[in-house]
């Protein structure tokens, strides 16, 4: 049986549909969601006071707005992971060897990239980029790094799905294209993205993996593109990603 529902549950979809206009918008008025969706007031009215009720919703004057209980969730499933506790330490060591560069500990999560842990050194530029954060695996460093060491036919499965939407004119959105760039991936043990997530960034990325081959996830540094092709910058870095890597590959081996 696939894992698409045969018959999905419609008050489910519409509960997503309504949480998604909460989470775009930082919080609204019954009016404004039924608006946004073209539902009865009323009806959007009995799905908040129930998302309420269950703790994920609260409400300030008129307006509701997502709850904290998301991240309390969220925390708990990350805390099950071992390889956050393990990778955590080396994550922010990476960042404060760092002078503006941000460094992010990346998982696979049913066909898309989920960031786990975000460190920035105390001078960095500012990036959008959080713990929770999901993106798609064929624009990011950390993505490609993961999937060129998948097993075909999962990365296949994964691009079905999903896709390859284009995010800026330097995203790779041809398939054939992109398994050559595994190729390369595999050869050299480093990821690379020029651009292709976000103009103006850049980021090098190398997959964790476990003894037997297995794929834990992923770790980049990224930053400003002009900074980042520096050749020397370029060796610096890589060879202290290389190095937080090897470490948390061995601390996950022993744990």
């Known amino acids: 049986m696939g894992d698409e529902a045969n018959r999905p549950i419609k008050s489910l979809l519409t509960m997503d549909e309504m949480v998604a206009v909460l989470d775009e918008t930082g919080g609204a008025r019954v009016t404004e969601v039924a608006d946004e969706l073209d539902r009865p007031q009323s009806v959007v009215h009995d799905y908040l006071s129930t998302?309420?009720?269950l703790g994920y919703v609260v409400k300030n004057g008129p307006r509701y707005r997502l709850s904290l209980r998301f991240l309390e969730l969220g925390s708990k499933e990350r805390s099950r992971k071992p390889l956050y506790d393990i990778a955590k330490p080396e994550i922010d060591r990476l960042a404060d060897?760092?002078?503006?560069?941000l460094v992010s500990l990346v998982v696979e999560e049913d066909g898309k990239a989920v960031c786990l842990a975000a460190a920035w050194s105390s001078?960095?530029?500012q990036y959008n980029t959080f713990p929770g954060m999901h993106f798609h695996l064929h624009s990011s460093a950390t993505g490609k790094a993961m999937l060129a060491h998948l097993p075909e036919e999962r990365v296949h499965e994964i691009l079905d799905r999903h896709g390859m939407p284009e995010r800026t004119p330097?995203?790779?959105t041809d398939r054939d294209e992109l398994f050559d760039q595994?190729?390369?991936i595999r050869e050299?043990?480093?990821s690379y993205e020029r651009e292709e997530y976000k103009l103006g960034m850049m980021s090098y990325a190398a997959p964790v993996t476990a003894d037997d081959g297995q794929v834990l996830g992923a770790i980049?540094?990224?930053g400003p593109a002009h900074r980042m092709r520096e050749d020397e910058v370029e060796d610096e870095l890589t060879n202290k990603l290389l190095s937080a890597i090897n470490?948390?590959?061995l601390n996950y081996g022993a744990r």
């Open 97 to 101: 060897e760092s002078s503006s560069e």
């Open 247 to 249: 470490i948390v590959e």
């Open 123 to 125: 001078q960095s530029i």
């Open 220 to 222: 980049s540094v990224s």
């Open 170 to 172: 330097n995203t790779v």
């Open 188 to 190: 050299r043990g480093l």
């Open 51 to 53: 998302l309420r009720q």
């Open 182 to 184: 595994f190729e390369l």
